[in-house]
Every structure is written in C-alpha cells, then in structure tokens.
C-alpha cells in the first residue's frame, strides 16, 4: 500500500507566509479545487489518499510535507523553521501514528520536510532558512547518515531537486550545486523558475508534474519518462511546489504498518 497524506486548504490560506506579499491575493477557493484535482492525480496515480482534519488557524497547513518525513516504517514529526509552523505538526503526527511508528523532534533542532529528498538509499537535507544542524543532526542519527547540501537561492532543498527515479534527479542547477549529487544522473530543469524541478513521483510509475511547468514535461518525457500534469499555480504563487501538498508513503517493502 502506498499512502499520500494531504491536508485541506483553509479559508485563512490567503495569509500564507510567502517571500513576496503575492498579487492579487491568494485565493483559497481557486486553490480548493486545484487541490482537488491534485488528490485526484495521486489516487489515479496509485496513492490511497489520506486527509488530514483542515486547519482553520494555520495558512500554510496545506504544505503539509514540512511537518513529516517518512523514514522507512517510521515517521519524523519535525519542528518547522517557521515558528507559526508549528502548530501544523501534532496532528499529522496523529495521522501517520495509524500507519508508522512516530518519533518527535525536540528544540532546539528545527527541519522542514521540504528539505528532506530521499533517492534510492541516499537521503539529502538542505541546510536551510529552515533547516539547521541541529535538525540534520536529528535525521542523520535516525537514518544512518544523511548528505547535506547548502540551500541559499531557494526556500527548500526540493524547491530546486527531486528524485526522477531511484538514480535519477531533475535539479535547477542555477541554484544548487550539482556537486551534491555526484553519482546519480542529473537531468537539467529548463527555464529560470527553480520550482520547474520539483515533481512527484507516482507509485504507477508516472511522474506528476506542474502544468505550468510544460518545458519540464516535455524534458522528462524525452527521456522516457510518462508523465502527467496538474494545476497548482495558486499554491506556486505561495511559494509552494507538487512535493509540498503530500506527505507519501510507498508500499511494496512490507513498511506500512496497517492500523487495528
């Protein structure tokens, strides 16, 4: 079984935190039914989708990705850069605890999710506006060694890189160094917009990917890779790509642990 949690957008999402106050507005209901469409992709896709309750007092919920990472069958419950973060996480933590074993970070260790790419058996981590030490420290000691790549043009490590395949990853090398990722094939994102690499990998083996994002499909699908596309351009204009909606479980390894 491969699980994708996602978390309900709020009417509050206008209020996102966002690097440049986005004009017009957002709009949360234009974003409701994007993201409507983009849990509909992943359970086309493969994913049974679980729904976090929506939460009214906290914008950014829908990113739900920041709150968790999943490390084989169990779960980090990180502790968000982002003070107003914080309160997102306990109750994703109560969702995944019906399917993995969850371990909590503790202060003064902060991490987001979307700093967190996982390829093959390597795992990356951006030392980020988000992401300290500490927080690397944590992740590294819970899997056995992680490789931290510096992220300073970009919110996120994966605001920039995400896994194509289990050797492959599609990076917008402007703003990462591709020396991060030596021994795994790189495939060059076009355009200036680094969010043109982020795209999600589905358990068919399809990859979704923003339907802004054209050149990036045409790219992938070049290389042999099936592809499909979806809208999420309002939750683009705050700041957000296709990895941050979801938090993904992949089945297949005996991981899941069902609930009673």
């Known amino acids: ?51 976090v309750p929506v939460a009214p007092d906290h914008p950014d ?19 968000p850069g982002h003070p107003s973060r914080r309160g997102e996480v306990e109750a994703v933590a109560a969702a995944l605890a019906d399917h993995l074993d969850v371990v909590r970070m503790e202060a003064p260790a902060t991490l987001d999710g979307g700093d967190v790419l996982k390829v093959g058996d390597a795992v990356f981590v951006g030392l980020s506006s988000r992401t300290n030490a500490a927080g690397i420290e944590v992740l590294s000691d819970l899997c056995g060694g992680v490789t931290a790549v510096p992220v300073e043009r970009v919110l996120h490590l994966k605001s920039a890189v995400t896994a194509v395949d289990e050797e492959t990853v599609l990076l ?83 991981l899941v642990r069902h609930s009673p």
Do not use: I, K, W
């Not at 994708?4 to 999402?13: G, T």
């Not at 499909?217 to 999420?232: E, I, M």
């Not at 705050?238 to 938090?247: E, H, K, M, P």
């Open 61 to 79: 919920s829908p990113f739900v990705e920041d709150t968790a990472v999943v490390l084989g069958e169990r779960a980090l419950a990180t502790r």
């Open 172 to 254: 917008h090398r402007p703003s990462l160094d591709a020396a991060a990722f030596e021994g795994l094939r790189v495939l060059d994102a076009p355009g200036e917009d680094p969010e043109a690499a982020n795209v999600v990998r589905l358990p068919d083996g399809r990859l979704l990917v923003a339907e802004h994002h054209a050149a990036s499909a045409d790219l992938l699908t070049a290389h042999g890779h099936r592809v499909v596309t979806v809208d999420v351009s309002e939750f683009a204009r705050a700041d957000g790509g296709l990895t941050c909606l979801s938090v993904r479980v992949r089945g297949g390894s005996g």
């Open 1 to 51: 079984m491969s699980l994708a949690f996602v978390r309900p957008v709020p009417a509050s999402f206008a209020d996102c935190v966002t690097a440049r106050p986005p004009h017009p507005p957002l709009d949360p209901q234009r974003a409701r039914l994007q993201h409507d469409a983009y849990r509909a992709a992943l359970a086309v896709g493969g994913f049974d989708v679980v729904e």
